[in-house]
């Protein structure tokens, strides 16, 4: 008989195999979230640093060329000379390799002159991805 006790103790129950399953579950559901909501923090630290890099390509386009680039013109003046008046005369560039993209892959917008006196804006739609919502991710150039 002990033999046979033996044997079924070194095997699981359906019922251990259960509980284990529930308790890794309730585990995952704690942590997830936690997990999750970090991701979110470096999607917004890493779309700051972006617009960071991109206004200081700004200020040294300012510094060739003694101005920003309009809005019209964009971004798009930072890895190309402008074609639309006004038409820097000491563009050095480019200022970048490409136009980069926030970390959920959106454009960023840009506006020159900004409309509270600001030199440039630098606007991610932010992990809604839709613009003029609160968590918009602004960068304001002076």
């Given at each position: ?31 997830a979230p936690k ?37 019209e013109q964009g ?68």
């Open positions: 008989m002990k033999r046979v006790n033996r044997k079924l103790r070194k095997a699981f129950t359906l019922l251990e195999i259960l509980i284990v399953l529930l308790i890794i579950g309730l585990i995952a559901a704690l942590v997990i999750l909501q970090r991701g979110e923090e470096a999607k917004i630290q890493t779309t700051k640093v972006q617009e960071k890099q991109i206004a200081q390509a700004l200020k040294l386009y300012k510094l060739d060329t003694g101005m920003y680039p309009t809005t971004l798009k003046a930072l890895v190309e000379k402008p074609t639309e008046e006004p038409i820097p005369k000491n563009y050095k560039g480019p200022y970048l390799d490409e136009i980069p993209k926030d970390a959920w892959g959106n454009n960023f917008t840009y506006i020159s002159p900004g409309p509270n006196g600001e030199a440039f804006i630098i606007i991610s739609p932010g992990p809604d991805q839709v613009l003029n919502t609160k968590d918009d991710i602004i960068y304001k150039g002076k």
